[in-house]
């Protein structure tokens, strides 16, 4: 199984940009995506899941519901996360995950998801 994140990069405060997840190697029925990231100093924390098999399809913190969108390529297994109005506060390393399903509050841990890409980091500066 291969996650690769990638679309990070510098952007100024109230910026945006769109990160991108390919998936390879999965099992055809994987439908749960998730995206932490980790700020220097803190602990990983929940971005935003999707799982498309579930009854509830998006899940995001609160501190990015409303800016962040977290969306998938029918066609391909790739996921992304748009990103729009970034603060500073939103500069970390930014992980996606991935594993068959997640539902409910399960979808929100990062126990949940058994399968991890390397990281792509975000830098929100002027």
């Known amino acids: 199984v291969q996650l690769q994140a990638f679309g990070g990069g510098l952007v100024q405060p109230g910026g945006s940009l769109r990160l991108s997840c390919a998936a390879s190697g999965l099992p055809a029925s994987s439908s749960a995506r998730g995206w932490f990231r980790q700020a220097p100093g803190k602990e990983r924390e929940f971005v935003s899941a999707i799982n498309w098999r579930g009854r509830r399809s998006t899940y995001y913190s609160d501190s990015v519901k409303g800016r962040f969108t977290i969306s998938r390529d029918n066609a391909n297994s790739t996921v992304y996360l748009q990103m729009n109005s970034l603060k500073p506060e939103d500069t970390a390393v930014y992980y996606c995950?991935?594993?068959?399903?997640?539902?409910?509050?399960?979808?929100?841990?990062?126990?949940?998801?058994?399968?991890w890409g390397q990281g792509t980091q975000v830098t929100v500066s002027s």
């Open positions: 995950a991935a594993d068959n399903t997640c539902s409910g509050y399960g979808c929100y841990r990062a126990s949940s998801y058994n399968y």
